[in-house]
């Protein structure tokens, strides 16, 4: 398994896990990361909102308790050196997300978009391996809980429009400047 892959979901089971998060101040607000017990990230979003955070995470991986940290370790110094212009330093931190087979794939290509490089829906779907599945596309980038690691903020229509975003559209115009 390579630091970059999203990680196969397990038997996991909803309320069987204890999941730590921890919140920490960017330029464009504040992030908040959800990591399971082995350092994997099961959501992030720029949002102090843990509760919200964790009612994206698959319900099979959905944390029954978590606890506050003042530091997840790589994870936090990974939010912050990307913040700061480390723009490759999310790239070996682990995520853990589970889906069907297209959605599992389509997260996997997403971390292999390079910063600075945005994409296309269309061409997201091609390189995904389903050409015409561009509403399939787009919906792998919606389904993202892993927000920053899986980097869904780089794709965006033909023409150039931003689509949409979780964390709004100025959150994602700050990021694509940001890796231009």
């Not at 909803?14 to 101040?25: L, R, S």
């Not at 091609?126 to 561009?134: H, Q």
């Not at 229509?157 to 400047?177: E, Q, T, Y």
């Amino acid at each position: 398994m390579t630091a970059t892959s999203t990680i196969r979901a397990t038997t996991q089971h909803i309320g069987t896990t204890t999941a730590d998060f921890a919140t920490v101040d960017t330029p464009i607000g504040p992030f908040t990361a959800v990591v399971d017990a082995d350092g994997a990230v099961l959501a992030g979003g720029w949002t102090t909102d843990v509760d919200y955070l964790c009612t994206v995470v698959h319900p099979g991986l959905r944390p029954g308790e978590l606890r506050q940290r003042d530091d997840l370790g790589a994870v936090t110094s990974a939010v912050i050196a990307y913040h700061q212009g480390d723009l490759t330093a999310i790239d070996p931190i682990p995520v853990r997300q589970h889906s069907g087979e297209f959605l599992m794939h389509a997260w996997d290509v997403l971390r292999k978009v390079p910063a600075g490089a945005p994409i296309t829906y269309t061409e997201f779907a091609a390189i995904s391996g389903r050409p015409d599945a561009t509403r399939a596309a787009a919906n792998a980038c919606a389904r993202n809980a892993a927000a920053l690691f899986v980097p869904c903020h780089r794709i965006f229509r033909i023409g150039g429009a931003l689509g949409g975003f979780r964390w709004g559209l100025p959150v994602k115009r700050w990021l694509l400047d940001h890796e231009a």
